[in-house]
C-alpha cells in the first residue's frame, strides 16, 4: 500500500512540477542528483488490527525538495505542496493527507504528511450460525 501512496504523492506533485523540469525520487541515490528535485520517503508505518477483516494504516511521508537556487524557493514549494498533497488520489479514492507541517534543514525543504486509511482485507469465506434458539422467561413483578 505504500508503494501506492507514493505513486499517488508522486502524480499529486506532477500536477504542479513537470517531469521536464522537476524529477521525483522515490529511491535513495548515492549522487547525482538533478537540482531542483524532489525524493519522496516513507518514514514510519503504523498498523492497526480492528473487528474481523478491518484495519487501520497509518503512514507517514517526508518529502524532500532540493532547490535550484535559495530558500524563496522552499517556502513557495512548501505552500504549493500544501494545496497539491492535502487530497491524493490512490486506486481512485481520495485520500486525505493530516498532520502537515514544513521546515527548511540544511538549505532543503522537509515537508511531512500523514495520510491514515481504514482498510479490509480482501473478503474471505466466514462461516455463519445457522440458527439460534433462545430460552426465556419474564418475572412476575417485572424486574
Not at 504523492?9 to 537540482?35: D, L, V
Not at 518514514?43 to 532540493?66: E, G, M, N, P, T
Not at 488520489?89 to 522537509?110: A, C, F, M, P, Q
Amino acid at each position: 500500500m505504500v508503494n501506492k501512496l507514493i505513486t499517488g504523492i508522486a502524480e499529486a506533485i506532477r500536477k504542479e512540477f513537470p517531469a521536464a523540469t522537476h524529477k521525483i525520487y522515490t529511491e535513495k541515490t548515492e549522487q547525482g542528483i538533478t537540482k531542483p528535485c524532489f525524493f519522496i520517503l516513507c518514514v514510519s508505518q503504523w498498523y492497526d488490527a480492528k473487528l474481523r477483516d478491518r484495519f487501520r494504516l497509518d503512514a507517514s511521508f517526508d518529502i524532500h525538495y532540493f532547490p535550484k537556487t535559495d530558500n524563496a524557493e522552499n517556502w513557495d514549494t512548501a505552500e504549493t505542496l500544501l494545496s497539491l498533497l492535502e487530497w491524493i488520489t490512490v486506486d481512485g479514492d481520495l485520500i486525505r493527507g493530516s498532520s502537515i507541517n514544513y521546515k527548511i534543514e540544511d538549505g532543503i525543504l522537509h515537508f511531512f504528511i500523514d495520510y491514515n486509511l481504514n482498510m479490509t482485507h480482501k473478503a474471505g469465506t466466514y462461516e455463519y450460525m445457522e440458527e439460534v434458539k433462545v430460552y426465556g422467561k419474564v418475572s412476575k413483578t417485572g424486574r
